[in-house]
């Protein structure tokens, strides 16, 4: 399987003209890799214009959210059906940024869902805002995975990606990184979860990501110990170099 290496420019950069420079960059070696997909999700506004810039299937855009609507009086939402009228192929669906500003786990549902009617994949982002002793994180995470995918058949399971994401180890103000053992046990809970969720053997093939503070230094770290076969980008997507580093590692991991 090729790793999966997915941008999430959060709402960064400023300017359209900025967003297609560090598109056009990453792009130049990332659609050249042959062990690597990469996904670049800007801000919803830069979409259609990046989407005039792909040049193969190796480097490919995705949203970072969709509305569960097809259409009608949804002030400022954008639908899946939108979405997938540009180039993306790719959503991310409750990242913790969003479940902080009152994304609920039943309107998560709702977005995979309507993400699934459409040639798109939806990444699903999980994680724990804090770990305790007794391990209720534990369960936390793996009720978000059940609740997100409730009413799903198993072969609209078998098309979504999951991404853990620890909120406490993303953004600037993380306190620490996840070590990969630490991602290669939830990891491995995560496909325990899937496999509970479906009988089906295709679940065994969902991709599992890796995201919060990853950069060039600890990447191939995740990549081989962290039992995940791609990774999320935040911050780090943003310096075109720092990323390109990042998706020559994945390449030879
Ligand atoms: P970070 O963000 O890499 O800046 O920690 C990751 C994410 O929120 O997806």
């Known amino acids: 399987m090729k790793k999966l290496i997915i941008a999430n420019w959060k709402m960064n950069p400023t300017r359209g003209l900025d967003a297609r420079k560090l598109f056009k960059s990453v792009n130049t070696i990332a659609s050249k890799l042959k062990?690597?997909?990469?996904?670049?999700?800007?801000?919803?506004v830069y979409l259609?214009?990046?989407?005039?810039?792909?040049?193969?299937?190796?480097?490919?855009?995705?949203?970072?959210?969709?509305?569960?609507e097809h259409a009608g009086p949804f002030t400022g939402q954008v639908s899946?059906?939108?979405?997938?009228?540009?180039?993306?192929?790719?959503?991310?669906?409750?990242?913790?940024?969003?479940?902080?500003?009152?994304?609920?786990?039943?309107?998560?549902?709702?977005?995979?869902?309507?993400?699934?009617?459409?040639p798109l994949i939806p990444v699903l982002c999980v994680g724990e805002i804090s770990r305790d002793d007794?391990?209720?994180?534990?369960?936390?995470?793996?009720?978000?995975?059940?609740?997100?995918?409730?009413?799903?058949?198993?072969?609209?399971?078998?098309?979504?990606?999951?991404?853990?994401?620890?909120?406490?180890?993303?953004?600037?103000?993380?306190?620490?990184?996840?070590?990969?053992?630490?991602?290669?046990?939830?990891s491995h809970i995560i496909k325990t979860v899937l496999a509970d969720l479906s009988n089906s053997e295709i679940t065994k093939n969902i991709p599992i990501l890796y995201g919060g503070s990853v950069n060039s230094e600890n990447s191939e770290s995740y990549?081989?110990?962290?039992?995940?076969?791609?990774?999320?980008?935040?911050?780090?997507?943003?310096?075109?170099k720092e990323f390109i580093k990042i998706l020559k590692i994945a390449e030879k991991s």
């Open 134 to 186: 007794d391990h209720q994180f534990v369960k936390l995470v793996k009720n978000q995975i059940r609740l997100a995918l409730v009413d799903l058949t198993d072969e609209e399971i078998s098309r979504v990606v999951i991404a853990y994401e620890p909120v406490w180890a993303i953004g600037s103000k993380a306190k620490k990184a996840c070590e990969p053992a630490d991602c290669r046990e939830m």
């Open 223 to 240: 990549l081989k110990d962290g039992l995940v076969d791609g990774l999320l980008v935040g911050r780090a997507s943003l310096d075109g």
């Open 35 to 44: 062990n690597v997909e990469t996904v670049i999700c800007p801000p919803l």
């Open 48 to 68: 259609e214009s990046l989407g005039e810039l792909v040049t193969n299937r190796a480097c490919v855009l995705g949203s970072q959210d969709a509305f569960w």
């Open 80 to 118: 899946a059906d939108m979405i997938f009228g540009t180039k993306a192929r790719y959503v991310i669906v409750g990242h913790s940024e969003r479940r902080a500003l009152g994304e609920t786990d039943s309107d998560i549902n709702k977005k995979i869902k309507s993400i699934l009617q459409f």
